[in-house]
């Protein structure tokens, strides 16, 4: 009698580990790129801290998260860029579910702009990505990319510390709430690291929302671009 081996990719463990309510509480609230403790996580997920201990370690065991130990606490992360563009693409294949069963739309403060993992997402991140790639400033090819000797230039002229050794320099992430790419990877987290710190966005009270502020209007201005909220 024949048989047949099935080829295991591995994926399943993966999946087996965000398939589950608790564990996708907790990793949704390390969707903006922080890090926190164990009883943090725990709070969010609405379980004692010795439930979480065993959720937490099957992410870690699936490569999902990673973890180090300061003190006596244990703080968990996502573990990659990686991770975290297979996170927005579940989120963005659920909304798409969701929207086909007429649920809520999301927050219009998370849709105008808000952070994924380490980079600027929503309306607001659609509008950078696509005015760096009007001017040139950086060159996409496929889901990847990378950044120009004018988009050096311009680093340097806005004082983001980018590191152009870090390869891929760019990527392609899917935004949930538009349904068009935003730029991910180190150039873009670079970006809204000096966003963030220049107080070109702030923090707004929903969770990963962001608001833009007057120097953030201006940081646009200088790209061509009017924000239109």
Same mark, same amino acid.
């Given at each position: ?29 390390? !969707? ?21 201990? !065993?959720? #937490? ?7 999902? %998260? ?16 990686? =991770?975290? !563009? %297979?996170?927005? $693409?579940?989120?963005? &294949?659920?909304? +798409?579910?969701?929207?086909?069963? +007429? ?8 849709? +105008?702009?808000? *952070?994924?993992? /380490?980079? %600027? ?8 990505? $696509? ?5 040139? %400033? ?8 990378? =950044? ?21 320099? &760019?990527? #392609?992430? $899917?935004?949930? *709430?538009?349904?068009?790419? /935003? ?5 873009? $987290?670079?970006?809204?690291?000096? &966003? ?16 833009? *502020? ?16």
């Amino acid at each position: 009698m024949e048989t047949h081996q099935s080829v295991q990719t591995g994926f399943s463990r993966i999946a087996e580990a965000l398939g589950d309510p608790i564990r996708e509480a907790m990793v949704s609230a390390l !969707a903006d790129g922080k890090a926190l403790p164990a009883g943090e996580l725990a709070a969010v997920a609405g379980i004692s801290p010795q439930s979480a201990s !065993a959720h #937490l370690q099957k992410l870690v065991d699936a490569r999902v %998260l990673s973890v180090w130990a300061q003190g006596r606490f244990r703080y968990y992360r996502i573990r990659d860029d990686d =991770v975290a !563009a %297979l996170i927005e $693409n579940l989120v963005d &294949l659920a909304a +798409k579910s969701h929207g086909a069963r +007429k649920r809520a739309l999301p927050a219009e403060q998370l849709r +105008k702009s808000r *952070t994924c993992y /380490h980079h %600027l997402a929503g309306q607001l991140g659609v509008l950078l990505s $696509n005015a760096l790639i009007r001017r040139r %400033l950086v060159a996409i090819d496929g889901r990847g990319g990378h =950044v120009t000797e004018q988009g050096l230039a311009w680093c340097r002229a806005e004082a983001i510390e980018f590191d152009p050794a870090q390869q891929p320099q &760019l990527r #392609l992430c $899917n935004d949930w *709430t538009e349904r068009v790419p /935003h730029l991910a990877g180190p150039f873009a $987290n670079a970006v809204l690291a000096r &966003l963030l710190d220049t107080r070109c966005v702030a923090p707004h009270r929903i969770p990963r929302a962001l608001r833009i *502020t007057d120097r953030g209007r201006a940081f646009f201005d200088r790209l061509g671009v009017q924000v239109p909220f």
